[in-house]
Each structure stands twice: as structure tokens, then as C-alpha cells.
């Protein structure tokens, strides 16, 4: 692996994005991590062994992406991994103003991003976006949330012609063990993963490593592009 190439990875201070930031370093790729805050960025960078660095970003917001990406380049691969806020919730219940900024968080914040990196971005590189589950299956009360992942979905195929020869793929993650869901007690947490892993095929939840594995293999493979690749334990099966 070349040591000089770069990656970029949104969302890479926590989660599946650190995971994935953890994994790529390790292969002798040199990673760029970003997201809010500084804090926690310079706690994932020392959780990275490799040649990694950091830099904050808003990714809902365009000029912070602009000046991000300003910033940053060339390199060769994106990972946008940064979660967006919920909107959760049957459709007479769901909060109208929770669902606009679901689509202000994770929708525009993928779209700002592939459009300022992709001058950035080497012909032989590649964007990998991040889904979820919802948008590949049809769960009561998760309408909205399948909303967001299914506009960056769509989105993302068509970029894959448009973009050429640049690759762009998509991951989506079932439900996976990762600090999303710390608002939870810890007792709390392990139950609610204890009972959703036990109705999925595998038997159990995600680990942020898994979907880090996925990751890797759809940067790294030149012959794929305009793949969604659905690591979620089985969950979208009905
Ligand atoms: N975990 C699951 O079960 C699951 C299931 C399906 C899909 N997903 C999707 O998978 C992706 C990764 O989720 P995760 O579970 O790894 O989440 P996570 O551990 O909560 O990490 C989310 C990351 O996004 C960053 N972020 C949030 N808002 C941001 C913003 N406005 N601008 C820049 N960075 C921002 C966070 O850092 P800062 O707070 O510093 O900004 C953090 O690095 C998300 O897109 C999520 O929707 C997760």
C-alpha cells in the first residue's frame, strides 16, 4: 500500500468513521479525520496509529465545508461518515422541523462535501457515502430517516456515472454498537442491542470494525463503483 495515499474521513472522531480512520492508518494510508469538535477529534487522534491528522469541520454548514476542502487536497479517497440529527417516528408523529433538519444535517452535509472535494479528489479515488439501514428496508416509524439515506443513496448512484472515472459507492450499516447511542445508560444500551441483535440472522448487533472492514474494501477496490453494500447482520430481510 502506498504510503502516500490520503483520506478523508468526516465523522472520523467517533463510531464507524474512527473505526474506519483506525483501519486505513494501519494499512499505511495516511488519514485526515474531521468533524465538530476539537476536543474529540484530539482524543480519536491518539486512538490512531499511523500517520493521521485532524481538522474541524461543520459538515452542514457549506462555507465551513468550502474552507475545509480550500484547505485540503489533493487526495484520494472521501469517507463521509458523519451522522446527521434524527427523525424518528410514524408519519402523523413525526416533527416536521425534526425531519428538515435531518435533511439539513446528514443530506446537505454529504452533498456539500462530495461537490467541494471532488475538485480535490484524484481520478483514481473514490467517495464512499453512508447510509443506513432504513433507507433499504421498510420499518414502521422510520420513514424520515429512510427519507435522508434514500436522497443520499439516489444521489449517489447517479454520481457514480456522472463522476467517472471517479468511484463512488455507498455503505450501509444495520444497527451497530457505537458511541451514537450513548445517550443510553450502559444497561440501558445493552438491552436495547441485546433485543434488536437477537431478530437479526446474525444474531446480534454490528461492531464499528465490521463496517471499517466494508469500508476498506470498497476504497480499495478499483473495479467497484456504483455498489451499495449492506452490512447490517441481515436486518433488511424480512
Ligand atoms: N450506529 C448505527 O447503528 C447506525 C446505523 C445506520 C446508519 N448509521 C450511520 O452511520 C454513520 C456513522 O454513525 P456512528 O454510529 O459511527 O455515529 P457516531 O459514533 O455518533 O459518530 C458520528 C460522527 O459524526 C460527527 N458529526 C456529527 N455531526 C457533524 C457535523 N454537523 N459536522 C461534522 N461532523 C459531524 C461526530 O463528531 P462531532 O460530534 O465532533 O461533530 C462523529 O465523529 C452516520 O451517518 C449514521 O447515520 C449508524
Known amino acids: 500500500m502506498s504510503a ?5 474521513i468526516i465523522g472520523g472522531s467517533s463510531g464507524m468513521g474512527l473505526a474506519t480512520a483506525q483501519r486505513l492508518a494501519s494499512k499505511g494510508l495516511h488519514v485526515v479525520i474531521a ?10 487522534l491518539s486512538k490512531i496509529k499511523g500517520t493521521a491528522e485532524s ?4 459538515f452542514s454548514n457549506e462555507q465551513s465545508v468550502h474552507s475545509f476542502f480550500e484547505w485540503n487536497g489533493p487526495f484520494d479517497h472521501l469517507v463521509l461518515m458523519a451522522a446527521g440529527l434524527p427523525a424518528w417516528g410514524v408519519l402523523g408523529e413525526i416533527q416536521t422541523a425534526a425531519l428538515e433538519n435531518a435533511f439539513n444535517t446528514k443530506f446537505w452535509g454529504h452533498f456539500y462535501c ?3 472535494a471532488v475538485p480535490k479528489l484524484r481520478k483514481n479515488g473514490s467517495i464512499l457515502f453512508t447510509i443506513g439501514g432504513a433507507a433499504r428496508s421498510a420499518i ?3 420513514a424520515g430517516v429512510a427519507a435522508v439515506n434514500g436522497a443520499i443513496m439516489c444521489m449517489a448512484f447517479t454520481l457514480a456515472k456522472e463522476l467517472a472515472p ?39 448487533v454490528g461492531k464499528a470494525e465490521e463496517i471499517a472492514e466494508a469500508a ?4 480499495m477496490n478499483g473495479y467497484t463503483t456504483g455498489a451499495i453494500l449492506d452490512v447490517d447482520g441481515g436486518g433488511r430481510l424480512h
Open 166 to 204: 471517479i468511484r463512488v459507492n455507498i455503505l450501509s450499516p444495520g444497527l451497530v454498537d457505537t458511541p451514537a447511542y450513548n445517550w443510553m445508560t450502559e444497561e440501558e444500551k445493552q438491552g436495547f442491542f441485546k433485543q434488536m441483535g437477537g431478530n437479526l440472522p446474525v444474531g446480534r
Open 4 to 8: 502516500e495515499k490520503k483520506v478523508v
Open 140 to 142: 414502521a416509524g422510520t
Open 216 to 219: 476498506y474494501y470498497l476504497l
Open 35 to 44: 468533524s465538530r469538535s476539537e476536543e474529540k477529534l484530539r482524543d480519536a
Open 55 to 58: 481538522k474541524s469541520l461543520d
Open 114 to 116: 462530495a461537490k467541494y
